[in-house]
């Protein structure tokens, strides 16, 4: 690898990704493993990744406890920079010698440290300075292992930082990582550039290199790789990098099923085929979705007519490329951790990002060229490979599509009358510059008339929901308080522009209880 990396061994915290999150931000590359990976006396998975520092994650376990996670305690003799976070912190008194037990005086929230030693994390902060921190433990470290000193405390946890200098051990009771921690960053900040002599040499531009040699390397001479473009920023930047390292031998399969957005095909291939010359294959398949579909108007029963079809014509498309080996996803890092903690993979199966039982199918091999990366470093690759912002910043949207924004009958009219719908939302919204400060904006169209007046005459139509949510991951959404200007232009714009609505309203729930989608 050309550039440093820093390992966080991983206990299972739900602010595990986070501490990468910050750390990459600091552009400094950064990898989660289990803490599994640290497990073997001679720890040779550990010294094989070659880390300027490793992160010892917080867990919900305590350290004491039958069955906790452990490593083994050789990674301390190793001469590489540890920083301990809250469990990790625990585990490193534990395991060198000290004492942890249950707090009587339990620390869930925010909470007030105060900087007693001015070094390592805290060399930044002035002794004596109370610092705002996020804290969630209810064990704390009652004796600390030989050698070790102080270096916060805070009301209800006398160790909330202890360090050994000479080791290169830095520990930390709270969270760091979290916004919570206003300073937090510049305390990570501390250790990875004076205890682990970081040189920031984690870049987009870099990454691009390496990871075209990767493909090349893994791909070798010969052979297709085929690529599902949906027009979502993952495939569309895996279909840019894949297409960076080996040309005309990427084909993409972009499927138009009747439920697009207005203008999406022609967007696709406008990006794909015009200007980057890319091998592009855009299937009208409308007919066959919507006559699969006519007649349904169950949700689950949508998704899956619509992923059987997708499957379906993928497959005969891919039996037409000579040569097919391979089979391109933008499958992202989050994804990846999620099926490698050392608690097996979480009960939130994203299925979506895979085109469900393909490769194994087909005997494709699958090429992944952003696993190592977050959303965000997505978006700054597509930049870096001349991807149009408009491109790189657009909302998700749902695979199945409009299909589950138009409840009731499933015909070309209502879509119809839906994409124009949305058309205008999409545009005033951009028009407000609320586009990409919101996660997701759009119309569903609702089987419910009501009685309308327009002009002199009576109106009997159907409503549009308009939805408009803030989130980070899709997880957990709030509704946004779109200003008042917003909402009437699009109601107006909507109800005197599109013909079959005569209502417009807008959907105030949260997620939970609501999901983003209708259905
Ligand atoms: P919900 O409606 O579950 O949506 O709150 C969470 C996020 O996932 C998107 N979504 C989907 N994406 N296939 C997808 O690729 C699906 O079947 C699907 N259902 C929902 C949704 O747009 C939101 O961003």
Avoid at 254 to 280: C, M, P, Q, T
Avoid at 328 to 346: M, N, W
Avoid at 410 to 419: I, M, Q
Wanted: aromatic share 8%; glycine share 10%.
């Amino acid at each position: 690898m050309a550039h440093q990396l820093v390992l966080v061994l991983d206990f299972g915290s739900q602010y595990t990704q986070l501490i990468a999150r910050r750390i990459r931000e600091q552009s400094v590359y950064c990898e989660i493993h289990p803490c599994t990976l640290a497990q073997d006396p001679e720890l040779r998975a550990v010294r094989a990744l070659n880390p300027i520092g490793i992160v010892l994650s917080g867990g919900p376990s305590s350290v004491y406890e039958e069955g906790a996670p452990h490593i083994h305690e050789a990674l301390f003799d190793l001469g590489i920079p540890v920083l301990g976070i809250c469990y990790g912190a625990q585990l490193t008194a534990f395991l060198l010698g000290g004492k942890v037990t249950k707090a009587e005086r339990r620390e869930f929230g925010r909470a007030s440290v105060k900087v007693l030693r001015p070094e390592g994390v805290f060399k930044s902060v002035g002794a004596g300075e109370e610092l705002q921190v996020w804290a969630s433990h209810g064990d704390h470290v009652e004796a600390l292992p030989p050698g070790f000193v102080q270096t916060a405390e805070s009301a209800n946890c006398a160790m909330s930082g202890f360090a050994h200098a000479a080791r290169k051990i830095d520990c930390i009771q709270f969270h760091a990582e979290v916004v919570h921690t206003p300073r937090g960053a510049e305390l990570l900040h501390n250790w990875l550039f004076a205890a682990c002599g970081a040189t920031a040499d984690w870049s987009m531009a870099s990454f691009v290199d390496e990871a075209i040699a990767r493909i090349r390397a893994q791909v070798g001479a010969t052979g297709r790789v085929i690529c599902g473009l949906s027009g979502g920023v993952d495939s569309s930047v895996a279909a840019a990098l894949i297409h960076k390292a080996i040309g005309d031998r990427l084909t993409c399969i972009f499927v138009d099923n009747g439920v697009l957005r207005r203008g999406e095909r022609e967007y696709v291939a406008s990006i794909f085929k015009d200007h980057f010359h890319v091998d592009l294959r855009v299937i009208d398949a409308e007919d066959r979705f919507l006559t699969a579909l006519a007649g349904c108007t169950d949700p689950e029963k949508k998704r899956k007519i619509i992923g059987g079809e997708f499957i379906a014509v993928f497959e005969e498309q891919a039996k037409t490329i000579a040569d097919a080996k391979w089979l391109a996803q933008g499958t992202l890092y989050p994804d990846v951790i999620e099926s490698v903690s050392f608690k097996g993979p979480s009960a939130v199966i994203k299925s979506h990002h895979n085109v469900g039982g393909l490769p194994e199918k087909m005997n494709l091999v699958l090429v992944e060229p952003l696993r190592e990366l977050f959303k965000d470093e997505v978006r700054q690759l597509g930049l870096e490979l001349g991807l149009p912002h408009h491109m790189v910043w657009r909302q998700p949207f749902p695979g199945p599509g409009l299909a589950v924004r138009c409840l009731g009958p499933l015909t070309k009219a209502r879509l119809d009358v839906l994409r124009a719908a949305e058309a205008i939302i999409d545009e005033e919204i951009r028009a407000a510059g609320l586009y990409e400060s919101i996660w997701q904006s759009f119309g569903v169209l609702l089987p419910v008339k009501s009685v309308g007046v327009m002009g002199d005459a009576r109106t009997y139509e159907e409503t549009l929901a308009l939805r408009a949510v803030h989130s980070r991951d899709g997880m957990t959404a709030d509704w946004v308080h779109l200003p008042y200007e917003v909402l009437g232009t699009i109601s107006s714009r909507v109800i005197n522009e599109v013909r079959g609505i005569n209502r417009v309203v807008y959907d105030i729930t949260s997620k939970p209880p609501g999901t983003i989608e209708w259905e």
